[in-house]
Protein backbone atom coordinates (compact mmCIF):
# COMPACT_ATOMS: atom_id res chain seq x y z
CA UNK A 1 0.00 0.00 0.00
CA UNK A 2 1.70 3.14 -1.11
CA UNK A 3 2.09 5.71 2.02
CA UNK A 4 -0.57 8.30 0.01
CA UNK A 5 -3.14 5.89 0.29
CA UNK A 6 -2.14 4.96 3.92
CA UNK A 7 -2.15 8.83 4.52
CA UNK A 8 -5.74 9.78 2.76
CA UNK A 9 -7.14 6.53 5.55
CA UNK A 10 -5.76 7.75 8.26
CA UNK A 11 -6.98 11.26 7.78
CA UNK A 12 -10.01 9.65 7.45
CA UNK A 13 -10.11 7.50 10.47
CA UNK A 14 -9.09 10.84 12.78
CA UNK A 15 -11.62 13.00 11.87
CA UNK A 16 -14.85 10.96 12.43
CA UNK A 17 -13.62 10.65 15.62
CA UNK A 18 -13.95 14.09 16.46
CA UNK A 19 -17.29 14.84 14.78
CA UNK A 20 -20.29 16.16 17.01
CA UNK A 21 -23.41 14.54 16.26
CA UNK A 22 -24.94 17.88 14.58
CA UNK A 23 -22.70 17.62 11.91
CA UNK A 24 -23.14 13.96 11.00
CA UNK A 25 -25.51 14.75 8.20
CA UNK A 26 -23.34 17.24 6.24
CA UNK A 27 -20.30 14.84 6.75
CA UNK A 28 -21.61 12.17 4.67
CA UNK A 29 -22.51 14.47 2.17
CA UNK A 30 -18.98 15.78 1.59
CA UNK A 31 -17.57 11.90 1.19
CA UNK A 32 -18.61 12.57 -2.28
CA UNK A 33 -16.05 14.81 -2.79
CA UNK A 34 -13.38 12.49 -1.78
CA UNK A 35 -12.38 10.70 -4.82
CA UNK A 36 -9.11 9.09 -3.52
CA UNK A 37 -10.79 7.40 -0.64
CA UNK A 38 -13.07 4.55 -1.76
CA UNK A 39 -9.67 3.25 -4.11
CA UNK A 40 -7.47 3.52 -0.45
CA UNK A 41 -10.41 1.64 1.46
CA UNK A 42 -10.57 -1.49 -1.19
CA UNK A 43 -6.37 -1.81 -0.79
CA UNK A 44 -6.89 -2.18 2.98
CA UNK A 45 -9.59 -4.62 2.71
CA UNK A 46 -7.85 -7.11 0.21
CA UNK A 47 -4.66 -6.40 2.24
CA UNK A 48 -5.61 -8.85 4.98
CA UNK A 49 -2.42 -8.49 7.28
CA UNK A 50 -2.44 -4.68 7.12
CA UNK A 51 -2.06 -2.55 10.25
CA UNK A 52 -5.05 -0.06 9.21
CA UNK A 53 -7.53 -3.31 8.69
CA UNK A 54 -8.92 -3.36 11.91
CA UNK A 55 -9.79 0.26 12.78
CA UNK A 56 -10.98 0.94 9.18
CA UNK A 57 -13.60 -1.87 9.69
CA UNK A 58 -14.91 0.01 13.60
CA UNK A 59 -15.16 3.23 11.47
CA UNK A 60 -17.55 1.58 8.26
CA UNK A 61 -19.33 -0.22 11.44
CA UNK A 62 -19.51 3.05 13.23
CA UNK A 63 -20.93 4.32 9.69
CA UNK A 64 -23.75 2.25 9.84
CA UNK A 65 -24.42 2.17 13.71
CA UNK A 66 -24.89 5.90 13.27
CA UNK A 67 -28.24 5.35 11.42
CA UNK A 68 -27.49 8.07 8.68
CA UNK A 69 -28.45 6.51 5.27
CA UNK A 70 -25.96 8.18 3.30
CA UNK A 71 -23.43 6.35 5.78
CA UNK A 72 -25.03 3.39 5.67
CA UNK A 73 -24.44 3.03 1.98
CA UNK A 74 -20.98 4.45 2.18
CA UNK A 75 -20.06 1.40 4.53
CA UNK A 76 -22.42 -1.08 2.21
CA UNK A 77 -20.58 -0.32 -1.02
CA UNK A 78 -17.93 -2.32 0.45
CA UNK A 79 -19.70 -5.71 1.02
CA UNK A 80 -18.96 -7.65 -1.86
CA UNK A 81 -15.44 -7.09 -1.31
CA UNK A 82 -15.48 -7.80 2.56
CA UNK A 83 -17.65 -10.86 1.60
CA UNK A 84 -15.36 -12.38 -0.48
CA UNK A 85 -12.00 -11.65 1.70
CA UNK A 86 -13.85 -13.11 4.30
CA UNK A 87 -14.45 -16.52 2.50
CA UNK A 88 -10.98 -16.31 0.79
CA UNK A 89 -10.04 -16.96 4.45
CA UNK A 90 -12.25 -18.70 5.44
CA UNK A 91 -11.75 -21.36 2.57
CA UNK A 92 -7.56 -20.87 3.77
CA UNK A 93 -8.18 -21.99 6.66
CA UNK A 94 -6.56 -18.96 8.41
CA UNK A 95 -9.39 -17.10 10.95
CA UNK A 96 -7.84 -15.15 12.51
CA UNK A 97 -6.58 -12.79 9.73
CA UNK A 98 -10.64 -12.51 9.15
CA UNK A 99 -11.30 -11.84 12.86
CA UNK A 100 -12.19 -8.00 12.34
CA UNK A 101 -14.00 -8.51 8.97
CA UNK A 102 -16.39 -11.24 10.37
CA UNK A 103 -17.36 -8.83 13.38
CA UNK A 104 -18.21 -6.09 11.19
CA UNK A 105 -20.59 -8.61 8.98
CA UNK A 106 -22.16 -9.85 12.00
CA UNK A 107 -22.44 -6.12 13.36
CA UNK A 108 -24.59 -5.28 10.25
CA UNK A 109 -26.21 -8.66 10.32
CA UNK A 110 -27.68 -8.29 13.76
CA UNK A 111 -28.87 -4.07 13.52
CA UNK A 112 -30.58 -5.09 10.09
CA UNK A 113 -32.58 -7.72 11.63
CA UNK A 114 -34.06 -5.45 14.20
CA UNK A 115 -36.04 -2.18 14.10
CA UNK A 116 -35.48 1.14 15.86
CA UNK A 117 -37.56 -0.66 19.43
CA UNK A 118 -35.12 -3.44 19.06
CA UNK A 119 -37.72 -5.76 18.15
CA UNK A 120 -36.92 -9.16 15.41
CA UNK A 121 -37.81 -7.37 12.05
CA UNK A 122 -40.12 -9.63 10.24
CA UNK A 123 -40.14 -8.59 5.94
CA UNK A 124 -42.78 -9.01 3.49
CA UNK A 125 -42.73 -9.02 -0.29
CA UNK A 126 -45.87 -8.54 -2.36
CA UNK A 127 -46.70 -11.49 -4.83
CA UNK A 128 -47.95 -9.41 -7.88
CA UNK A 129 -50.83 -10.19 -9.62
CA UNK A 130 -51.76 -10.26 -13.34
CA UNK A 131 -54.90 -8.52 -13.57
CA UNK A 132 -52.88 -5.60 -11.75
CA UNK A 133 -50.53 -3.63 -14.42
CA UNK A 134 -46.82 -4.13 -13.67
CA UNK A 135 -43.63 -2.65 -15.31
CA UNK A 136 -43.32 -6.12 -16.84
CA UNK A 137 -47.15 -6.72 -18.28
CA UNK A 138 -50.28 -4.97 -19.25
CA UNK A 139 -53.66 -6.97 -17.81
CA UNK A 140 -55.82 -5.81 -20.94
CA UNK A 141 -52.82 -7.84 -23.18
CA UNK A 142 -53.58 -10.91 -21.47
CA UNK A 143 -56.63 -11.44 -23.33
CA UNK A 144 -60.46 -11.78 -22.12
CA UNK A 145 -60.48 -14.10 -18.71
CA UNK A 146 -63.56 -16.09 -17.80
CA UNK A 147 -65.30 -14.37 -14.84
CA UNK A 148 -65.48 -17.83 -12.86
CA UNK A 149 -66.46 -18.22 -8.99
CA UNK A 150 -62.92 -18.60 -8.26
CA UNK A 151 -61.59 -16.12 -10.25
CA UNK A 152 -64.18 -13.36 -8.62
CA UNK A 153 -63.09 -14.67 -5.22
CA UNK A 154 -59.38 -14.03 -5.87
CA UNK A 155 -60.00 -10.48 -7.91
CA UNK A 156 -57.83 -8.12 -5.62
CA UNK A 157 -56.08 -10.58 -3.27
CA UNK A 158 -52.20 -10.23 -3.30
CA UNK A 159 -50.64 -12.91 -1.61
CA UNK A 160 -47.90 -11.53 0.90
CA UNK A 161 -44.95 -13.65 1.33
CA UNK A 162 -43.27 -13.06 4.96
CA UNK A 163 -39.12 -13.48 5.71
CA UNK A 164 -38.03 -13.71 9.54
CA UNK A 165 -37.71 -13.07 12.20
CA UNK A 166 -34.35 -14.19 12.07
CA UNK A 167 -31.88 -15.43 15.12
CA UNK A 168 -29.11 -13.34 16.13
CA UNK A 169 -25.81 -14.55 15.46
CA UNK A 170 -22.57 -13.51 17.66
CA UNK A 171 -20.40 -15.92 15.33
CA UNK A 172 -20.26 -17.63 11.76
CA UNK A 173 -20.12 -21.17 11.70
CA UNK A 174 -20.64 -23.47 9.36
CA UNK A 175 -24.55 -23.67 9.74
CA UNK A 176 -24.99 -20.36 9.53
CA UNK A 177 -22.23 -18.78 7.30
CA UNK A 178 -24.16 -18.21 4.60
CA UNK A 179 -27.37 -17.56 6.48
CA UNK A 180 -25.67 -14.68 7.66
CA UNK A 181 -24.23 -13.63 4.07
CA UNK A 182 -27.35 -14.15 1.85
CA UNK A 183 -29.45 -12.04 4.19
CA UNK A 184 -26.64 -9.18 3.52
CA UNK A 185 -26.48 -9.73 0.11
CA UNK A 186 -30.24 -8.67 0.55
CA UNK A 187 -29.72 -6.45 2.44
CA UNK A 188 -27.17 -5.00 -0.66
CA UNK A 189 -29.18 -5.83 -3.59
CA UNK A 190 -32.40 -3.06 -1.71
CA UNK A 191 -29.48 -0.33 -2.51
CA UNK A 192 -28.25 -0.89 -5.76
CA UNK A 193 -29.25 1.86 -7.30
CA UNK A 194 -27.36 3.91 -4.77
CA UNK A 195 -24.07 1.98 -5.81
CA UNK A 196 -20.95 2.69 -7.30
CA UNK A 197 -19.20 1.25 -10.34
CA UNK A 198 -16.54 0.10 -8.52
CA UNK A 199 -19.07 -1.95 -6.20
CA UNK A 200 -21.04 -3.10 -9.05
CA UNK A 201 -17.34 -4.49 -10.02
CA UNK A 202 -16.36 -5.90 -6.87
CA UNK A 203 -19.88 -7.73 -6.88
CA UNK A 204 -18.97 -9.46 -10.19
CA UNK A 205 -15.63 -10.63 -9.30
CA UNK A 206 -17.07 -11.95 -6.29
CA UNK A 207 -19.50 -13.90 -8.52
CA UNK A 208 -17.24 -15.41 -10.44
CA UNK A 209 -14.50 -16.38 -7.81
CA UNK A 210 -16.99 -18.04 -5.76
CA UNK A 211 -18.83 -19.97 -8.43
CA UNK A 212 -15.22 -21.38 -10.35
CA UNK A 213 -12.73 -21.86 -7.56
CA UNK A 214 -11.73 -25.18 -7.61
CA UNK A 215 -13.45 -26.15 -10.48
CA UNK A 216 -11.98 -26.47 -14.42
CA UNK A 217 -14.07 -23.33 -15.11
CA UNK A 218 -11.36 -21.72 -13.27
CA UNK A 219 -8.39 -22.53 -15.47
CA UNK A 220 -10.57 -21.05 -18.40
CA UNK A 221 -10.86 -17.79 -16.59
CA UNK A 222 -7.16 -17.90 -15.57
CA UNK A 223 -7.73 -17.02 -12.06
CA UNK A 224 -4.75 -17.86 -10.08
CA UNK A 225 -5.92 -17.35 -6.69
CA UNK A 226 -7.43 -19.75 -4.02
CA UNK A 227 -8.06 -23.17 -5.64
CA UNK A 228 -10.35 -24.44 -2.91
CA UNK A 229 -13.82 -24.97 -3.60
CA UNK A 230 -16.42 -23.11 -1.54
CA UNK A 231 -19.94 -24.48 -0.66
CA UNK A 232 -22.29 -21.98 -2.01
CA UNK A 233 -26.39 -22.61 -1.37
CA UNK A 234 -29.40 -21.75 -3.95
CA UNK A 235 -30.61 -18.45 -2.06
CA UNK A 236 -26.84 -16.84 -2.24
CA UNK A 237 -26.51 -17.64 -5.85
CA UNK A 238 -30.12 -16.20 -6.22
CA UNK A 239 -29.19 -12.99 -4.44
CA UNK A 240 -26.01 -12.90 -6.41
CA UNK A 241 -27.77 -12.63 -10.11
CA UNK A 242 -29.88 -9.94 -8.64
CA UNK A 243 -26.57 -7.71 -8.50
CA UNK A 244 -25.33 -9.12 -11.38
CA UNK A 245 -28.66 -8.32 -13.64
CA UNK A 246 -28.48 -4.61 -12.36
CA UNK A 247 -25.19 -4.36 -12.88
CA UNK A 248 -25.35 -5.62 -16.69
CA UNK A 249 -27.81 -2.99 -17.20
CA UNK A 250 -25.57 -0.30 -16.22
CA UNK A 251 -22.34 -0.30 -17.54
CA UNK A 252 -20.71 -3.46 -16.29
CA UNK A 253 -21.97 -5.35 -19.48
CA UNK A 254 -18.81 -7.01 -19.84
CA UNK A 255 -17.89 -8.58 -16.70
CA UNK A 256 -21.73 -9.22 -15.59
CA UNK A 257 -22.10 -11.47 -18.72
CA UNK A 258 -18.98 -13.37 -17.30
CA UNK A 259 -20.09 -13.57 -13.68
CA UNK A 260 -23.47 -14.17 -14.90
CA UNK A 261 -22.38 -17.23 -17.39
CA UNK A 262 -20.00 -18.42 -13.99
CA UNK A 263 -23.21 -18.33 -11.53
CA UNK A 264 -25.27 -20.71 -14.17
CA UNK A 265 -22.04 -22.92 -14.01
CA UNK A 266 -22.01 -24.00 -10.53
CA UNK A 267 -25.74 -23.92 -10.55
CA UNK A 268 -25.43 -26.43 -12.98
CA UNK A 269 -22.67 -28.32 -11.45
CA UNK A 270 -25.20 -28.30 -7.94
CA UNK A 271 -28.37 -28.94 -9.74
CA UNK A 272 -30.26 -25.55 -8.04
CA UNK A 273 -33.52 -25.02 -9.32
CA UNK A 274 -33.87 -21.45 -8.28
CA UNK A 275 -30.55 -20.15 -9.50
CA UNK A 276 -31.20 -21.99 -12.67
CA UNK A 277 -34.41 -20.26 -13.12
CA UNK A 278 -33.54 -17.00 -12.41
CA UNK A 279 -29.81 -16.82 -14.27
CA UNK A 280 -31.06 -18.49 -17.62
CA UNK A 281 -34.34 -15.96 -17.70
CA UNK A 282 -32.29 -12.86 -17.09
CA UNK A 283 -29.99 -14.23 -19.92
CA UNK A 284 -33.00 -14.95 -22.41
CA UNK A 285 -34.88 -11.06 -21.73
CA UNK A 286 -31.15 -9.70 -22.52
CA UNK A 287 -30.27 -11.80 -25.88
CA UNK A 288 -30.48 -8.92 -28.27
CA UNK A 289 -30.90 -6.15 -26.05
CA UNK A 290 -28.99 -3.04 -26.27
CA UNK A 291 -27.24 -2.98 -23.02
CA UNK A 292 -26.22 0.51 -21.70
CA UNK A 293 -22.41 0.77 -22.24
CA UNK A 294 -22.07 3.93 -19.96
CA UNK A 295 -21.90 4.38 -16.37
CA UNK A 296 -23.32 7.41 -15.57
CA UNK A 297 -26.78 8.49 -15.59
CA UNK A 298 -29.82 7.33 -13.89
CA UNK A 299 -29.75 3.74 -12.46
CA UNK A 300 -32.06 1.85 -14.02
CA UNK A 301 -32.59 -2.17 -15.21
CA UNK A 302 -34.27 -2.93 -18.82
CA UNK A 303 -37.11 -4.25 -19.55
CA UNK A 304 -39.56 -5.39 -22.57
CA UNK A 305 -42.97 -3.65 -21.95
CA UNK A 306 -45.88 -6.03 -23.01
CA UNK A 307 -47.54 -3.78 -26.46
CA UNK A 308 -50.88 -3.06 -25.59
CA UNK A 309 -52.63 -4.73 -28.70
CA UNK A 310 -54.04 -7.72 -27.35
CA UNK A 311 -51.80 -10.84 -28.91
CA UNK A 312 -53.85 -13.63 -27.14
CA UNK A 313 -57.29 -12.64 -26.35
CA UNK A 314 -58.30 -14.23 -29.45
CA UNK A 315 -56.86 -17.59 -28.29
CA UNK A 316 -57.65 -17.50 -24.54
CA UNK A 317 -59.14 -20.34 -23.45
CA UNK A 318 -62.70 -19.60 -21.95
CA UNK A 319 -65.96 -22.22 -20.77
CA UNK A 320 -67.71 -20.53 -23.64
CA UNK A 321 -64.96 -21.42 -26.32
CA UNK A 322 -64.43 -24.91 -25.21
CA UNK A 323 -68.20 -25.66 -26.00
CA UNK A 324 -67.70 -23.68 -29.01
CA UNK A 325 -65.26 -25.77 -30.36
CA UNK A 326 -66.98 -28.88 -28.84
CA UNK A 327 -70.11 -28.35 -31.10
CA UNK A 328 -68.23 -27.03 -34.00
CA UNK A 329 -66.29 -30.46 -34.20
CA UNK A 330 -69.48 -32.95 -33.53
CA UNK A 331 -71.01 -30.25 -37.08
CA UNK A 332 -67.98 -31.11 -38.62
CA UNK A 333 -68.27 -34.82 -38.05
CA UNK A 334 -72.01 -35.17 -39.05
CA UNK A 335 -70.81 -32.63 -42.80
CA UNK A 336 -67.85 -35.38 -43.50
CA UNK A 337 -69.96 -38.41 -42.86
CA UNK A 338 -72.54 -36.68 -45.45
CA UNK A 339 -70.67 -35.79 -47.77
CA UNK A 340 -69.07 -39.63 -47.78
CA UNK A 341 -72.13 -41.21 -48.21
CA UNK A 342 -74.06 -38.65 -50.17
CA UNK A 343 -71.68 -37.52 -52.93
CA UNK A 344 -73.45 -38.06 -56.74
CA UNK A 345 -71.82 -39.85 -58.91
CA UNK A 346 -74.25 -38.83 -61.48
CA UNK A 347 -77.73 -36.91 -61.66
CA UNK A 348 -80.46 -39.13 -59.15
CA UNK A 349 -83.91 -38.79 -60.05
CA UNK A 350 -86.08 -37.90 -57.62
CA UNK A 351 -88.26 -40.98 -56.23
CA UNK A 352 -91.80 -41.46 -55.04
CA UNK A 353 -93.17 -43.28 -52.77
CA UNK A 354 -96.91 -41.67 -53.65
CA UNK A 355 -99.19 -42.95 -56.41
CA UNK A 356 -99.86 -41.75 -59.84
CA UNK A 357 -102.79 -39.87 -58.02
CA UNK A 358 -100.63 -38.31 -55.45
CA UNK A 359 -102.19 -40.14 -52.76
CA UNK A 360 -100.19 -41.49 -50.39
CA UNK A 361 -99.52 -46.24 -50.65
CA UNK A 362 -101.20 -47.28 -47.91
CA UNK A 363 -99.32 -49.29 -45.32
CA UNK A 364 -99.74 -53.17 -46.15
CA UNK A 365 -98.37 -51.94 -49.43
CA UNK A 366 -95.66 -50.02 -48.44
CA UNK A 367 -95.05 -52.88 -46.11
CA UNK A 368 -95.27 -55.11 -49.39
CA UNK A 369 -92.86 -53.78 -51.60
CA UNK A 370 -90.61 -53.02 -49.07
CA UNK A 371 -90.71 -56.57 -48.63
CA UNK A 372 -90.06 -57.34 -52.54
CA UNK A 373 -87.09 -54.72 -51.94
CA UNK A 374 -85.24 -56.67 -49.35
CA UNK A 375 -85.40 -59.92 -51.89
CA UNK A 376 -84.36 -58.23 -54.66
CA UNK A 377 -81.48 -56.12 -53.06
CA UNK A 378 -80.19 -58.09 -50.32
CA UNK A 379 -81.64 -59.00 -46.38
CA UNK A 380 -82.85 -56.55 -43.66
CA UNK A 381 -80.76 -54.99 -41.31
CA UNK A 382 -81.88 -54.79 -37.39
CA UNK A 383 -80.98 -51.85 -35.09
CA UNK A 384 -79.84 -49.38 -37.66
CA UNK A 385 -80.80 -45.77 -37.34
CA UNK A 386 -82.68 -44.39 -40.00
CA UNK A 387 -80.62 -41.57 -41.04
CA UNK A 388 -78.60 -44.45 -41.87
CA UNK A 389 -81.13 -46.73 -43.80
CA UNK A 390 -81.85 -43.19 -46.18
CA UNK A 391 -78.22 -42.99 -47.03
CA UNK A 392 -77.92 -46.93 -47.77
CA UNK A 393 -81.34 -46.62 -49.56
CA UNK A 394 -79.89 -43.89 -51.51
CA UNK A 395 -76.58 -45.68 -52.56
CA UNK A 396 -78.74 -48.96 -53.68
CA UNK A 397 -80.99 -46.83 -55.65
CA UNK A 398 -77.78 -44.99 -57.44
CA UNK A 399 -76.27 -48.58 -57.88
CA UNK A 400 -79.71 -49.84 -59.44
CA UNK A 401 -80.06 -46.77 -61.94
CA UNK A 402 -76.34 -47.34 -63.22
CA UNK A 403 -77.19 -50.98 -63.82
CA UNK A 404 -80.11 -50.17 -65.63
CA UNK A 405 -82.81 -52.59 -63.77
CA UNK A 406 -85.75 -50.61 -61.19
CA UNK A 407 -85.76 -51.04 -57.69
CA UNK A 408 -88.34 -52.88 -56.75
CA UNK A 409 -90.62 -50.83 -54.36
CA UNK A 410 -88.93 -47.45 -55.22
CA UNK A 411 -90.59 -46.96 -58.66
CA UNK A 412 -92.60 -44.49 -59.89
CA UNK A 413 -95.89 -45.95 -61.61
Known amino acids: ?70 LQRFTLQFLPELVWSYLSVSAGRDPHCSGCIEALLLGIYNLEIVDKDGQSRVLSFTVPSLSK ?39 FTAQNRFEVLTFLLLCYNAALSYMTSSSLQSL ?39 GIHFALCNGESELGSKALDDVLYRAQLELYPEALLVGNA ?23 ITPT ?53 ANGEALRS ?18 GQEVRRQKSVRRHLEDGTPSAGRVQF
Open 370 to 387: RTEGETLGGTPEVGVDPR
Open 133 to 171: PSVYHEPSAIGSMALTEGALANHGLSRVVYSGPHLQRET
Open 309 to 361: SSRISRNAVTSLSIRGHRWKRHESQENSVDSLDSTPVGPIPSISVTGVSGERV
Open 204 to 242: CRLSSRVSICGYPRQQVRRYKGINSRMMVTSEFLVQLIT
Open 1 to 70: MLAMDQGVVEEWLSEFKTLPETAISSYASSLKEKGSLVPALYKVIRENYSDLLEPVCHQLFEFYRSGEPR
Open 282 to 304: IKSSLCGAALKSNKEGTRSIQVE
